[in-house]
């Protein structure tokens, strides 16, 4: 977690504040886990108003130097799932992965809202900057 916070503090001194804020980031988790909810309530109580208590689950966001790729993107962790996806900054489409399809909107809305910041932080990764992925864990907040 250091070295994350490292990496973060070494962006923010270098190109200004163009990152993913926590708060971003803890909006992304909340959408898939209000999908979740949702998607759990059995058929014939979907009618019926239940109390929503978030389930926190850990959720990665990272982008990695890759200077074979040229469009800009980010890989989702959810849960046990490494890698489980793998989605367009510019439009928020799905590019690949196993993550369940359930979540697509909710990551693809998340990803257009935060475009600049995803897009700064691409752009860095790709100039050579930092050395390692950037990812950021939700689990902690």
Do not use: C
Request: charged share 25%; aromatic share 8%.
């Amino acid at each position: 977690m250091d070295r994350i916070r490292h990496l973060i503090a070494v962006l923010r001194a270098r190109f200004g504040r163009p990152q993913i804020s926590d708060e971003d980031l803890a909006s992304l988790r909340d959408l898939m886990s209000a999908v979740d909810y949702v998607s759990a309530i059995p058929p014939k109580e979907a009618g019926v108003l239940h109390k929503l208590l978030t389930k926190k689950q850990q959720i990665k966001i990272k982008m990695y130097q890759e200077p074979g790729h040229s469009r800009p993107h980010f890989h989702v962790d959810f849960g046990p799932h490494s890698h489980a996806a793998v989605y367009a900054v510019d439009t928020g489409e799905r590019l690949e992965g196993t993550l369940d399809q359930k979540y697509d909107k909710a990551v693809s809305a998340w990803a257009i809202a935060n475009k600049p910041g995803l897009l700064a932080i691409w752009r860095a990764l790709q100039s050579g900057n930092p050395e390692s992925p950037f990812a950021k864990s939700l689990s902690a907040l």
